[in-house]
């Protein structure tokens, strides 16, 4: 794919104090700016953050439309405009620039899948407890990149054996529910609709951990799934875009990404 093409090979990104505050428009050269961004679900609260730092920083105003990857991507198709797009991995991604709608996109944030349950219950203590007939599970959808990265590691933990071969198939027996996005996915735990769920470790956030429980699953079955950002072709305002780009790669803006349980690029 041509993100992960792109992705190969690439240093670790660093700017220097003096580029970044050109990039953003501080010299007193540029104008503030109206961006709108398109972010995966999973981003919400790390780019809500960013979003205003960015703004204080560059004296732009930035609003964000946050939905599951593959909605995202469909809106463009259709004809919606943004300045910048993140997604929650690259399939979501690469077919709009392919399609003449988006710039390359770059690695940004990787992020990691976990069990979820409610707090006080003890129906799913470890992998196996996911099989129990009667369990109510529930994942994002197959489009969804929560989803996709789910069903790969379901894929790969029955392929090991431990829980039997047919482990994945009795797993997804157990879904009651598949969600568009994966902050639905922890909502409905958190509401106490299921008894469990697949989400990301960033979604775990400080107002959720007061309501789950987590179960972590083993590295070898969870590599870190990439996250791409780049500017849309038809950007009206592509340099402050460029420069929303730059900040979320930087120093500050890996920070901010990791306060919120994203792992960094490499």
Do not use: C
């Not at 697949?198 to 990439?226: H, W």
Request: hydrophobic share 45%; glycine share 8%; charged share 20%.
């Amino acid at each position: 794919m041509l993100f992960s093409r792109l992705a190969q090979g690439r240093a670790r990104f660093r700017l220097a104090p003096a580029v970044l505050t050109a990039l953003l428009g501080l010299s007193g050269w540029g104008h503030a700016a109206s961006l709108t961004v398109f972010a995966a679900s999973s981003l919400t609260d790390a780019f809500t953050e960013l979003g205003q730092a960015f703004d204080r920083r560059s004296g732009h105003h930035t609003t964000f439309s946050f939905a599951g990857s593959q909605v995202l991507r469909a809106q463009l198709e259709q004809g919606a405009r943004a300045d910048v797009l993140a997604t929650a991995n690259a399939a979501q991604y690469d077919p709009l620039v392919r399609a003449g709608l988006q710039g390359p996109g770059v690695p940004f944030a990787r992020n990691r899948l976990t069990v979820i349950t409610p707090l006080r219950s003890t129906q799913v203590r470890s992998l196996a407890d996911l099989t129990r007939p009667g369990l109510k599970l529930v994942l994002a959808g197959a489009e969804v990149p929560a989803g996709s990265a789910t069903r790969a590691t379901l894929k790969a933990i029955a392929g090991a054996g431990t829980y039997g071969r047919d482990y994945a198939t009795r797993v997804l027996a157990n879904v009651v529910s598949e969600e568009p996005n994966v902050r639905q996915v922890a909502l409905k735990v958190a509401l106490g609709q299921a008894d469990a769920a697949l989400v990301y470790v960033s979604d775990v956030t400080p107002a959720l951990k007061k309501q789950v429980r987590t179960v972590a699953l083993p590295g070898r079955f969870n590599p870190p799934v990439s996250y791409p950002i780049g500017v849309a072709t038809r950007s009206r305002e592509p340099e402050a875009a460029r420069a929303f780009v730059a900040f979320v790669r930087s120093a500050e803006g890996q920070r901010i990404l990791r306060r919120w349980g994203f792992l960094g690029v490499r």
